[in-house]
Antibody, heavy 120, light 108 residues
């Protein structure tokens, strides 16, 4: 059974940092790209960043230069390091599985989500 | 980026009725790379349809997708009580991936 388990969501002040993790089981992790997608009541679903099976990362313009996505294929774990956090980064962050090694795709599995709240 | 507009915003129907949800893109979506997701309160989205018309594993055949170019449709042939939820479309034919704002399907 495929499972994606996020952790690390928290409350943080503007300008602060947070690292999300996503532990994966049930499929050959290194063979698939992964992404982070966030959701807010106001903006809906927004793709944040993605990483290929080989580790090449790419980002939405809204987070470029502030967020860093990485993966550890030996630990079947995905990471999202978020720096210089702003109020509009407040969202539920989902770890999602792509359906191919490289390039954008639909998402066949989603984690349960991690809440990140940025407020003073 | 490709903007997806879903309509209607809310659809009120009764169990057993047919639901038709629309997703329109601001430009043609490459290779009809459109997916549909269902989301219930407190849950993550669930994949229903990909490549515009292919049902995901385990999805009942009352769900179907159609369309090409800029206009895509999700149809639920006979609504079951468990189908009342929010539905999102996604395009993955161009970077960045984008989502529609959602259609809420509610019980009339």
């Amino acid at each position: 059974e495929v499972q994606l388990m996020e952790s690390g969501g928290d409350f943080v002040q503007p300008g602060g940092s947070l690292r999300l993790s996503c532990a994966v089981t049930g499929f050959n992790f290194r063979n698939y790209g992964m992404s982070w997608v966030r959701q807010t009541p106001g903006k809906g679903l927004e793709w944040v960043s993605g990483v290929s099976g080989g580790g090449d990362a790419y980002y939405a313009d809204s987070v470029k230069g502030r967020f860093t996505m990485s993966r550890d294929n030996s630990k079947n774990t995905l990471y999202l390091q978020m720096n210089s956090l702003r109020g509009d980064d407040t969202a539920v962050y989902y770890c999602v599985k792509e359906t191919k090694f490289l390039g954008a795709s639909h998402y066949d599995y989603w984690g349960q989500g991690a809440l990140v709240s940025v407020s003073s | 980026e490709i903007v997806l507009t879903q309509s209607p915003g809310t659809l009120s129907l009764s169990p057993g009725e047919r639901a038709t949800l629309s997703c329109r893109a601001t430009q043609s979506v490459s290779k009809n790379s459109v997916a549909w997701y269902q989301q219930k309160p407190g849950q993550a989205p669930r994949l229903l349809i990909y490549a515009a018309s292919t049902r995901a594993t385990g999805i009942p055949d009352r769900f179907s997708g159609s369309g090409s170019g800029t206009d895509f449709t999700l149809t639920v042939s006979r609504l079951d009580s468990e189908d009342f939820a929010v539905y999102f479309c996604q395009q993955y034919g161009a970077s960045p991936v984008t989502f529609g704002q959602g259609t809420r399907l509610e019980i009339k």
